[in-house]
C-alpha cells in the first residue's frame, strides 16, 4: 500500500460519513436561523423515512430511482466519463416503456409484457446516450457538455409529445391514458398480502427487485467480464488502453449506452409501477440525484444502495419535516437536501488529504513502535 494510499474503511466507509455529519451540522445551522430545533427536525425526518409502513415504503420507492441512476453514473464513471444526461436518458426511457405498454396493454398481463418494457426502455435510454458517446468518441465532443444538452432537448421533445401526440383524448393535462390494470407492475404491499402479510400502502412495486437484480448484474459486467475490464483500464489511463489493443472508442460508445439503458428502468418504476402513464417530470431530477448517490457509493453497487436509501430518506422525511412543521418549507428541504449533495458530492473528498496526512502519522509512528519494540527484544 501506497503511503498516499488510505485503506477501504476510511475511503469508502469513514469519508462518506465525515460528509454526511458535516451536512447535518450546517442544516441545523440553518434550522436554527429560522428558530426551530435541530433535534426536533431529524426526529421528524427519521420518523417520516423510517417510522412506519408507508413512510418505509416512500423511501425504497424514491431509492429505486436512485439505483437505476446511480448505477448509471458509475458504469460510465469507470470508463473515465462524467455523465450528466441521465435525467434525459431516463426521461425517453419512460418515454420507450410507455409506448409499448400502451400497444400491448391489452394483450399482455404485466408479467409478460415486462420484458418488453424493459426492451423497449432500455433501447430508448441507450439510443439517447449514444449520441454524446459518439461525439465523444469520434469527434473529440466533451461528453458533460453533450450530456446536459440533451436534457434539455429530451425535455422539449416530451413537452412536444405529450402536449401533441400522446395527449389523453378529452384530457387537459399532458399525460398519456392509464395503463390497464391487469398490465401495470404489482405494488409490494399487494404482493405481501398474497403471502398473509399485511403492510401499509405507497407506491413501492417490484421494480425494487428489478433495481437490486441491476446492482448484481453491474457488479459482474464491472469486475468480471472483458468488458469490465476494458472499461476500467480506460477509465484509469486511456493510453495505456490503446497500448494494450482496447479499442477505447467503440468501448466508450458501449459504455455509455449501458449507462443510458440503466437510467432508462427509471421509466419502470415510474411509468408502468407508481404513475401507471406518461407524464411529464416524472424523473423528477432522480438524474442529477444519482450523480451524488455515484459518488457517495464510490461507484460500486453496494455503496449505491446504501446511498439511495440515504437520499430516498431524505426526500421522504423531508416531505414529512415540510409537513408537520411549518415554518421549515418546501424550499428549505430542498436547501437541506441540496448540503448534504454539496458534502457527498462535490466536496466528497474534501477532507481526504487531511486523513491521508493523519493515516501516513499514524503509520509511521506503528511502524516506529514495532522497530523499538524488535530492538527491545534483540537487546
Known sequence: MSNRTLPAWIDIGLIPLINICLAFIVSAGVIMLIGESPLEAVQVMLFGAFGYGEGIGYTLYYATNFIFTGLAVAVAFHAGLFNIGGEGQAYLGGLGVGLICLMLDSWLPWWALLPFAIAAGALFGAAWAYIPAYLQAYRGSHIVI??????????????????????????????????????????????????????????????????????????LLIWHTRWGYAIRMIGFNEKAAVYSGINTRRTIVISMCISGALAAMVGINEVMGAQQRVLLEFVAGAGFTGIAVSLMGRNHPLGIIAASILFGALYQGGAELSFEISTITRDLVVVIQGLVILFCGALAYMLKPTLEKLFLRYTLSKAARQDNLAEEAQS
Do not use: D, H, K
Not at 436534457?151 to 392509464?178: K, W
Open 146 to 219: 453533450t450530456t446536459i444538452m440533451f436534457n434539455f432537448i429530451a425535455s422539449a421533445l416530451m413537452v412536444y409529445l405529450l402536449v401533441n401526440v400522446l395527449i389523453e383524448p378529452g384530457s387537459m393535462s399532458p399525460q398519456t391514458r392509464s395503463l390497464a390494470e391487469g398490465a401495470t407492475l404489482p405494488y409490494m404491499y399487494q404482493v405481501f398480502a398474497a403471502f398473509g402479510i399485511e403492510i401499509e400502502q405507497s407506491p413501492l412495486n417490484v421494480s425494487l427487485i428489478l433495481a437490486l437484480l441491476a446492482c448484481v448484474l453491474v457488479w
